[in-house]
Structure formats: C-alpha cells, structure tokens
T-cell receptor
Framework: ETGVTQSPTHLIKTRGQQVTLRCSSQSGHNTVSWYQQALGQGPQFIFQ???????GRGNFPPRFSGLQFPNYSSELNVNALELDDSALYLCASFAAGGLETQYFGPGTRLLVL | AQSVTQLDSQVPVFEEAPVELRCNYSSSVSVYLFWYVQYPNQGLQLLLK??????LVKGINGFEAEFNKSQTSFHLRKPSVHISDTAEYFC?????????????FGTGTRLLVSP
C-alpha cells in the first residue's frame, strides 16, 4: 500500500464529454504528478503540481487541466473527450525538494466511447 | 531530454530459473534510474532505485539491478523467479538533481513465469 488513493476506479464516457478524476495523496506530500498509460504502453507524464500550482507539463493539450488542494487531494480534468483518451490514469505523490520516491495510486481506468 | 528503451516486450521463463530484464537509457545529464512493477489491474510499485553510490542496487522481492554508466544500462535481475513475479516491469529515468521530477518510462517488459 502506497497511501495514495484514486477515484473512481473505472469510468465510461462518450466523446465530447468532460471528466474529473481524483487523487488523494499521502499526508505531507506537497507534489503530485499525473500520468496517462495507454493500453500496452508505459506511463506518459501529463503534468505536475507543487503547492497548488502547475510546475511542469508534458506533451498534452490544454484540455487536460488539473487542480491541487491544501488537503493533499488533487484532480485531473479532461474536456472534450476523444477516443484516444481511453487509458489508465495514474497519480503519484511525493515530497519535493529532495530525492523522494514517487508513490503511485492504483489508477482510474477511463473508457471513451 | 531523457529516454528509455526496454528491448524485450515479453520474457517467458520457467519457475525457479534466473531472469534478466534489459533497460537502456539515453541522457546528456546525470540521471536517477528506477524499476517499477505493475500487477494486473493495479498501479505501479517501486522495486528499486539508483540515485548514487554503489552501482549494484538491491530491491524488494529478491530483485536487483546494476547501473552501468559506460553502457547506459540498468538491467534488472532475479536469480530465481516465482509464479507470483508474473507482471509488467517498467524502467524509468529522471534528471539527476533536485527540483522538477518528471519520470520518463520505457514501454515495459511483460514477465511470464510458468511452472
């Protein structure tokens, strides 16, 4: 157990809809990263939040956005869903500023029809 | 920018046999290296990591890996596998410094252990 939880575990949406995925980090972890893992692929970095502000972003369009809250929870929002957004979405939390390991949650599997 | 290559998409092996999963990376700066395991329908679990110091790193579940800077490799090994080791294994790299910590993953190697 990593102490990182995600909800929901599974989700089905249709093209064009919007979705919000949630992550609850370990207490004391001030940084959260989000990754997209398509079927048969390794995780791809989406973005990272440090103390409630985005401080790094991968090669994902602006319709992928996020929020981080003071209570160690965070959200990933995806607008205008496309079929290719179907994937496992993973969040990872850690305490930035040193060499802390990233602890991953179990993921949310999103299916876009 | 960093990148990771896992040459073997799938490695079949018999129970109690040794196994090596290969990982090569490219980077123009110093890096930290990681191996994660993903069991079916689960998230990622850290097996081991190399940050500095001894190039032979020991992890959980009897796994170990050796950092080879000249060959830019970080191969994962286990002397005797169990059925329960069947899973997807990911090698990952990040810039070797404090601050922004983006992980770059390989495409994964599926380890299939049979009786």
């Amino acid at each position: 157990e990593t102490g990182v939880t995600q909800s929901p575990t599974h989700l089905i949406k249709t093209r064009g809809q919007q979705v919000t995925l949630r992550c609850s980090s370990q207490s004391g972890h001030n940084t959260v990263s989000w990754y997209q893992q398509a079927l048969g692929q390794g995780p791809q970095f989406i973005f990272q939040y440090y103390r409630e502000e985005e401080n790094g972003r991968g090669n994902f369009p602006p319709r992928f956005s996020g929020l981080q809250f003071p209570n160690y929870s965070s959200e990933l929002n995806v607008n205008a869903l496309e079929l290719d957004d179907s994937a496992l979405y993973l969040c990872a939390s850690f305490a930035a500023g040193g060499l802390e390991t990233q602890y991953f949650g179990p993921g949310t599997r999103l299916l876009v029809l | 920018a960093q990148s990771v290559t896992q040459l073997d998409s799938q490695v079949p092996v018999f129970e109690e046999a040794p196994v090596e999963l290969r990982c090569n990376y490219s980077s123009s700066v110093s890096v930290y290296l990681f191996w994660y395991v993903q069991y079916p329908n689960q998230g990622l679990q850290l097996l081991l990591k190399y940050l500095s110091g001894s190039t032979l790193v020991k992890g959980i579940n009897g796994f170990e890996a050796e950092f080879n800077k000249s060959q830019t490799s970080f191969h994962l090994r286990k002397p005797s596998v169990h059925i329960s080791d069947t899973a997807e294994y990911f090698c990952a790299v990040r810039r070797g410094s404090t601050g922004f910590q983006k992980l770059v993953f390989g495409t994964g190697t599926r380890l299939l252990v049979s009786p």
